[in-house]
């Protein structure tokens, strides 16, 4: 009988190795311990050959960059401390036993009972209101929808005034913004004027996040126009050109289409156009379905 063939394990002493300490990590699988590059998201053979030439390519070494020069969030969670916890109990209570009012004088009475300053609260009225509105009971990020605000001047100046004026009425803090959402438009993400560069002036560590689906559009429609031969984009084109404009042709087709296909009906021609995202592809696709009746 052959023998078995060896099968190398990972070995911990390589997360230490400085060759590959930076980018590696061991994750579990149902058949041990496996390598994975946390820069290219890449699961590796475990074997100290093959990890060494896995950080020598140029794509790893892009990879690594993308990721060690991204922005990290300064955001550290504050102790909660058993003040803030007798604060949180008595605001509790008031919510569910009796009026705003009588915070201001359930504080004082509390506070006679403790001879210790660091053990006293400071809760009256406004606070105990603010602990019962914004305290969330999930403790987690949860997603909510504050407000849809009208905007009368469409530029970076009356944009950013918005903005700022809509998170004022919920934090009165600027500072605590940390990640805004756009689109690729200019006027958002423009280096000199953009929203998010007069937010960065303010904000330093605000991160960018750009609309994943505008961006993947325009990649697709550079990788079209270069790649696509123009007889092909003429044809799409056209062929929604030659019955989008005309009922009669619509007519013809549906009849022969339901000939053909034993009285099923035809589906829309579909236009590819810049302003519907990804469109291209039910285009192209709904063609192909219909070749053999058009």
């Known amino acids: 009988m052959p023998k078995p063939q060896y099968r190398q394990h990972f070995r911990d002493s390589w997360l230490q190795d400085p060759h590959l300490k930076d980018w590696l990590q061991v994750i579990e699988s149902t058949t041990g311990q496996e390598a ?14 093959a990890l060494k030439s ?7 070494q892009q990879n690594k960059k993308v990721i060690t020069t991204q922005a990290k969030i300064p955001f550290k969670p504050e102790p909660i401390g058993s003040k803030k916890k007798q604060e949180a109990r008595l605001a509790l209570f008031t ?32 606070k105990c209101t603010s602990i019962i509105k914004n305290v969330k009971l999930h403790q987690k990020i949860v997603s909510t929808f504050p407000d849809l605000v009208k905007i009368y001047e469409c530029n970076d100046e009356g944009i950013v005034s918005t903005i700022k004026k ?35 002036e303010e904000v330093p560590d605000l991160i960018l996040l750009r609309c994943l689906c505008h961006s ?3 990649a697709v429609s550079a990788a079209a126009k270069e790649f696509l031969p123009r007889n092909l984009e003429f044809l ?24 053909i296909n034993d009285g099923q009906k035809p589906l829309k021609i579909v236009q590819a156009c810049q302003t ?12 192909y379905t219909q070749w053999l009746e058009l």
């Not at 994975?36 to 050959?49: D, W």
């Not at 006679?112 to 660091?118: A, G, R, V």
């Not at 799409?236 to 000939?259: A, M």
């Open 36 to 49: 994975k590059c946390k820069f290219c998201g890449t699961t590796l053979r475990s074997h100290y050959g």
């Open 54 to 60: 896995h950080g020598m390519p140029k794509k790893h």
């Open 95 to 126: 919510a569910m036993h009796t009026s705003i009012r009588v915070v201001d004088h359930l504080g004082e009475v509390y506070n006679n009972n403790h001879e210790k300053d660091i053990e006293k609260v400071q809760l009256h009225r406004t």
């Open 166 to 200: 809509t998170i004022k009425r919920f934090d009165p803090r600027l500072e605590n913004l940390m990640e805004i959402g756009t689109d690729n438009a200019s006027v958002m993400v423009g280096l000199n004027n953009g929203v998010y560069a007069k937010l960065k």
């Open 216 to 218: 993947l559009q325009l």
């Open 236 to 259: 799409i084109r056209e062929t929604y050109d030659w019955f989008g404009l005309s009922s009669s042709r619509q007519s013809l087709n549906k009849k022969l289409y339901e000939t």
């Open 276 to 287: 519907r995202w990804l469109s291209i592809e039910s285009a192209v696709s709904r063609i």
